[in-house]
């Protein structure tokens, strides 16, 4: 896609109009996707061809010490993101460590009721064995 003539005016023009706090299509935030739209060019516009532009726009913001509160909540975010993540995955291996212990588990009631059912069946004694019935849990 070629660039339209006048997308570094239109940009600049945005830049001037969010920084001075009078947005016209654009919710006014601190951010590149604000001035994409307030420009009415697409976002690879700032992140691709006009790279020159966007590190203006940021550091006319850091020259203001203007507060990005955008970007201060995404990074915030990010990291309570990050913690879930790491918190999750932290579950995750125990329950798959836990996961043999449990199958072993399971093999060792499965043979001791197997010696047991045998045992009362060698002892002629009358034994009534449960229905067998297919596992609760999917086959996968």
Do not use: C
């Amino acid at each position: 896609m070629t660039p339209e003539p006048d997308e570094r005016a239109r940009i600049r023009t945005a830049m001037d109009r969010i920084l001075a706090g009078t947005p016209e299509h654009s919710n006014g935030a601190l951010t590149v996707v604000a001035l994409a739209i307030e420009a009415d060019v697409p976002r690879n516009a700032l992140t691709q061809r006009h790279t020159d532009l966007k590190d203006e726009f940021y550091q006319r913001i850091r020259e203001r010490g203007a507060d990005n509160g955008d970007e201060a909540r995404l990074r915030a975010t990010i990291a309570k993101l990050r913690q879930t993540i790491a918190n999750k995955n932290k579950e995750l291996a125990q329950l798959r460590a836990d996961v043999p212990a449990l199958v072993r588990a399971v093999n060792q009631l499965t043979l001791e009721n197997q010696q047991l059912r045998d045992s009362r069946a060698s002892s002629g004694g009358s034994l009534i064995p449960f229905p067998s019935r297919p596992p609760a849990w999917p086959h996968g």
